[in-house]
């Protein structure tokens, strides 16, 4: 499977819909975003069991805005739904890996009960 790229309209959808969704936040002229380009490319050949999306910030700016992007590139990991990953920079190919393998492998129920447990106190400390 190769990348495909996504946008404000097609993103909560792409993301809810998917088991996996790696989504590499770019711009043309970035030259990190290009260098890192093939290595996304070649990590959605070997796992089209993952949608391997696409961003440009350029193009998505309230997107970028709403992820809270700051500097680019930025890979941030969905599972289910739930982003559970988000980092700026380049990323090896073996480092890319070993995301997709612990984005693979974490307990979702436990990710779940954890983001409940966290917007329950952020709520009781807000009131």
């Given at each position: 499977?190769t990348?495909?790229?996504?946008?404000?309209e097609?993103?909560?959808?792409?993301?809810?819909?998917?088991?996996?969704?790696?989504?590499?936040?770019?711009?043309?002229?970035?030259?990190?975003?290009?260098?890192?380009?093939?290595?996304?490319?070649?990590?959605?050949?070997?796992?089209?069991?993952?949608?391997?999306?696409?961003?440009?910030?350029?193009?998505?700016?309230?997107?970028?805005?709403?992820?809270?992007?700051?500097?680019?590139?930025?890979?941030?990991?969905?599972?289910?739904?739930?982003?559970?990953?988000?980092?700026?920079?380049?990323?090896?190919?073996?480092?890319?890996?070993?995301?997709?393998?612990?984005?693979?492998?974490?307990?979702?129920?436990?990710?779940?009960?954890?983001?409940?447990?966290?917007?329950?106190?952020?709520?009781?400390?807000?009131?």
């Amino acid at each position: 499977m190769t990348t495909r790229n996504i946008g404000y309209e097609d993103f909560e959808s792409t993301v809810r819909d998917n088991d996996i969704v790696l989504v590499d936040f770019w711009a043309s002229w970035c030259g990190p975003c290009r260098a890192f380009a093939p290595t996304f490319e070649r990590s959605a050949a070997s796992h089209p069991e993952i949608v391997h999306a696409k961003v440009d910030t350029e193009q998505e700016p309230e997107l970028a805005a709403l992820m809270e992007i700051r500097s680019i590139p930025t890979i941030a990991a969905f599972r289910e739904g739930v982003l559970v990953f988000s980092q700026p920079g380049v990323l090896p190919p073996a480092a890319l890996e070993d995301l997709i393998s612990q984005v693979a492998a974490l307990d979702m129920d436990q990710v779940r009960a954890t983001v409940a447990a966290r917007k329950a106190k952020s709520h009781s400390t807000a009131g």
